[in-house]
Structures are given as C-alpha cells and as structure tokens.
C-alpha cells in the first residue's frame, strides 16, 4: 500500500489546512502530582487541578492534557496503570473527573487524557491472571511472556535493554517454586508489555477509548505511540546511543554487532493499523476528539507517518525540543517540520519541555550532551548558568509561540521554573534513578511541585507544607503570585504572548524567512508580525516596527543575544 505522506489522491482529498481547534491550539500538560493539591497530602490531585484552571484560562490556554491519574501503585508516577477507567484514590474519583472536565469546558478549555497502552502495571488484574496461568494459555497471550535461553532457560529470551535501565525481562516462579518464564518489559519490572498481536488486548482498549470519550474527554495523548508492535521474533538488538526512548533510525552502523537500523520495539509498521482503528472510534464522536502521539523517531518525515489523514491528529515534535539554541539548526528543524507535517496535511506541533526531559530553562545552557530521560544532579558537570538559562528560555519560548501550528506547554515554564538539582538521593522516586545505580538522576527534577503563592506553606501548592518532593528556597520568587501583574515577568510574557498570538492568527499563519541577517539571527513574518531571534551574543541593532513583545530588555534599540522581538511593520 503506498504510504498517504506520497499519496496524491490523498492530497487532493484531504486539504493542507482546516479550522479544527487542534490545528492552531495552545495546549497545557498538567502533571498532577505536581501541579495543585487539595486535601493537603503533599499530593497533587484533580480537585487541586480543578481549584487552579481560573488562572489556565487568564494565561490564555486551549486545552490541557493531563498526565495519568488512572488506579496505579505508582511505581512509575502512575505510567503504570492498574485499571485504565477508574481514578486513583490519591488523585480524586471519577466524580472529581467529572467536575474537572465541566469546570474546564464551562471556561472553554478541552480535556485531554493520557493513554498507556505499551504496557499495563503488574498489579493490573488482567497480569495477575497472566501471572496464574499457565504458560499457553489465553491470560497468559495477553501479555509477552517467552521461554529463556540457555541450558535451562535462565537466560533472557533476547539482549534487550529496558528504557530505565537493565534488562527489559524478568523471570517469573511457577506455582510450585520452579522458575518459570520470562516477561518483557520496555520500562520498569512492574510495567508488562502487552502482545498487541492479540485481537484480545485490541478490544479492551477500544472499550477504554469509548469509556473517556462518553465521559466528554476532547482525546488522548498516547502514551510511547512508537511502540506496541515488536518485530516478530524479538530479535536481538544493540542499541546506538541515543536518549532512553530510542527510535533513531541510524544509517550507517558500521561494525556495531547486531545493531539495526531500527529498534526492534520501536516503530514498527504495525502501530499504524492500530491508530488508523481507533481514529475510526473518535470519528463516531462529535467536537474534533484528537488522538496525539508520543513518538520519539527520527528524522521528521518518519514522524509525520503518524498523522496521515486517516491516523493520528498531532505528533510531538521532539526534533523540535531537542534543537540547541542556534540559529542555523533552528531555521532548519523549522522548515524541515513545516514541510513533513504539511505533507500530510497536519500542522506541526512545538514544544521545549515535558515531564520525561529537563526543563528547557536549564536545558538551553548546558554545555555538553544531555540525552532524554538521563536528567541533571549535583554530580553532572558543567551545571547551567541560571541566568543564562532564564534569558534563553524565555527567548526560545517567545520565538516558538510565534510558529504556525499547535503548541504544547509543560506547567510551570510560564513561570521560568528552572530543573531542581539539588534534590536528596533519598527523595528521588524515578525508576531510572534506581535501576542505573545512581548513573542517571532521571526525571525527577523537572517534576517538583509547582509554586503559587509565594508565603504560603508548600508555596501554594497545597494548604500544608507537604510536598511529594522537596521544593527549593528560590520557588519563592518564581510563584505565580510574585509574577502576575509584574512587568517583565516570565508569566507576563507567556500571557502577552498567548494573547497576540490569538489577535493576529498566528497557529494559523506562514513562515517567510526574513534574509540578509546573520547566521545567529532568526528572522520571519509570520503575517503581519515580524519576529527576530538573536542567538548570539553580540547585540544586533532593532528592526524597524512597532514593538509588540520582547523577552528581554532592549538597551539602546539594540537586540541583545538570546532575546527574541515581535513586530508590527
């Protein structure tokens, strides 16, 4: 079948551009352990979520997506789901979902739930039944369990690495004491990989899907989207260094015995069918229900497979996210994405920040390599420049919402939160930090709760002074309340920002690059709005316009570096 990316007919059908609210959306990830507690628990929950989307919608979002709230031991910060339709009792009930969604609908904002379905927990009932069952059986199928190696199967069924570390099997004993066989698991020990061959496991997620949507959810962010589907035989393979959730597709591998170019778990031609199968799902449903895909593959074209016409609506754009802060690789990651998601008829999507990487206002002033998912920490050398960090976020950010397409943004970058390094070993909580030994802090860092008001006790993130992490002294300067309504704040800028972004149509506008600048200068119209990035150091002198926005201060109508400018010609 030739793929949609180079279907003409498919072109001529299905148009370059629309007016779905997902096209041009601001959308806004809540991680809610993090971002608002209610009861006091030092937990973020949803009634905590509910009390804080007033201050959402002055900042001038469209949708939130909210990470897992689902049933889990939370072994994974609930990336490990023990029942896919209920709430965890940490995080609220249903009851609370509910009044989340219609608070968040009365002010106009969609409802976006995140959907694990690469894996499930291992206290999920349908595990428990795989792990009662004998091997063969049909409990057992719904899961990837598979005889050892070796002289009495006490080697792994193949060499692959789990995405946090060690191996990605685990033994199992047999009712009788006796060990039995292995299970795969791409993550943690306690995050079983379902056997998405199984018609069985097809159809509990389509129930899953329907279950949200008739409860109103505007869709789903999923969850490792380039996984599910193994290469049939589970081949050995050695990974090429890159960042935990792999997906490169690599082009020369020289002598690396055993390497492909493609990870054997990763992005593989059948998630598409799965996709395709539920998109026909969310277009039963009316109001635009979006499917979003979480696939860390390379290069951008190849992402693109994922919002074809008849697939998914929105990719993120790591590409994007992993860019440094250069002029000539941001103009190129910039055409590149315009071109691949446009080539079939998808807007790209932008975004700095997330819950899996460092926050882009330590991440931009690192000096050496920093890959996904190995996080930051008092050991790490070179730690970055706060200062610098800062100017260069809320610079990248300015030039990010100015692109046409959709955005995401992670909670707390609008208030310039930095990553917190200074976390006690004995605080950390993510797997990674666990199963490397210490060797990579993990995501812990970018995932401390957020501050609100500065004088109060966890600084506004709950009535107590509880804090499922240790906040640091300086959240007291970043909260909300020491921003709004302060000139020059970080969450001033984000609110203008979003502001004009809307007035003047940018999600749906065009670059036209902007020449005769130099190489450390980013320079477009984007409509009536003129936007000049200085990645440099040196000050440039100021384009001619009316000043509509700035990052950074402006001495002597000059740009500094790492500040950006919108203008009205």
């Known amino acids: ?17 629309g007016t779905e609210w997902w096209r041009t959306a601001v959308i806004y990830q809540i991680y809610p352990r993090s971002f608002a507690d209610a009861n006091g628990d030092g937990m973020g929950d949803l009634a905590g979520v509910t009390s804080r989307l007033p201050a959402l919608k002055s900042l001038g979002i469209d949708a939130i997506w909210l990470s897992p709230f689902y049933t889990s031991p939370q072994h994974d910060a609930g990336y490990d789901v023990a029942d896919y339709c209920d ?6 009930t249903l009851t609370d979902f509910d009044i989340l969604q219609r608070t968040a609908h009365d002010l106009g904002i969609r409802v976006i739930v995140d959907l694990v379905p690469n894996h499930s927990s291992s206290d999920h009932p349908w595990f428990q039944a795989a792990l009662a069952s004998p091997a063969g059986s049909d409990d057992r199928a719904h899961y990837i369990f598979r005889d050892g190696t070796g002289e009495n199967g006490e080697l792994p069924p193949n060499n692959w690495d789990s995405v946090f570390g060690g191996k990605a099997w685990t033994r199992i004993q047999n009712a009788d004491g006796t060990p039995g066989q292995w299970y795969l698991h791409l993550f943690d020990t306690t995050q079983p990989d379902f056997d998405w061959d199984n018609p069985w496991v097809r159809e509990q997620f389509r129930d899953v899907l329907r279950f949200w949507l008739d409860r109103g959810a505007d869709g ?3 969850d490792v989207a380039h996984g599910m589907i193994k290469e049939t035989g589970l081949p050995d393979y050695t990974p090429v260094e890159g960042g935990s959730m792999g997906g490169a597709t690599v082009p020369d591998l020289g002598s690396i015995p055993g390497a492909a170019p493609t990870a054997p778990y990763w992005a593989q031609d059948g998630v598409h069918e799965i996709y395709r199968d539920w ?8 109001g635009d229900r979006i499917l979003a895909a979480e696939a860390w593959v390379d290069p951008l074209s190849h992402v693109a497979e994922w919002v074809r016409p008849d697939e998914m609506h929105q990719a993120f754009n790591f590409a994007y996210l992993e860019t440094p802060w250069s002029g000539p690789t941001l103009r190129r990651v910039i055409d590149d994405s315009l071109a691949a998601f446009g080539a079939v008829g998808a807007p790209s999507t932008w975004v700095l920040s997330n819950h899996d990487v460092v926050r882009h206002a330590s991440r931009l002033a690192l000096n050496h390599e920093n890959l996904q998912g190995h996080g930051i920490g008092p050991n790490t050398p070179d730690l970055p420049d706060a200062v610098i960090g800062l100017q260069r976020a809320r610079a990248a950010s300015a030039l990010m919402l100015a692109l046409p397409g959709s955005s995401y943004l992670y909670q707390g970058e609008e208030l310039g939160l930095p990553e917190v390094v200074h976390l006690p070993d004995s605080a950390r909580e993510d797997p990674t930090w666990f199963r490397t030994n210490g060797e990579r802090y993990g995501r812990d860092g970018c995932r401390v709760p957020l ?10 993130f709950g009535p107590s002074a509880a804090s499922w992490l240790p906040q640091p002294e300086e959240w007291a300067g970043l909260a909300r309340d020491a921003q709004a309504g302060v000139a020059g704040s970080t969450l001033e800028l984000y609110t203008l920002a979003l502001r004009l972004r809307r007035e003047h149509a940018l999600g749906l506008g065009s670059v036209e690059w902007l020449h005769g600048h130099a190489d450390e200068i980013v320079a477009f119209t984007n409509g009536a709005v003129t936007v000049v990035a200085n990645t440099g150091a040196a000050s440039v002198p100021l384009p001619a316009g009316e000043l509509l926005l700035a990052s950074g201060p402006l001495p002597g109508n000059t740009l500094p570096g790492d500040t950006t400018v919108w203008l009205r010609a």
């Open 1 to 17: 079948m030739q793929p949609l990316a180079h279907c003409e007919e498919c072109r001529r059908v299905f148009p370059m551009t």
């Open 451 to 460: 501050p609100w008001e500065a004088a109060s006790p966890s600084y506004g």
């Open 220 to 222: 789903f962010r999923v």
């Open 279 to 286: 998109r026909l799902i969310l277009d039963e449903y009316p």
């Open 87 to 92: 709430v965890d009792p940490r995080f609220g």
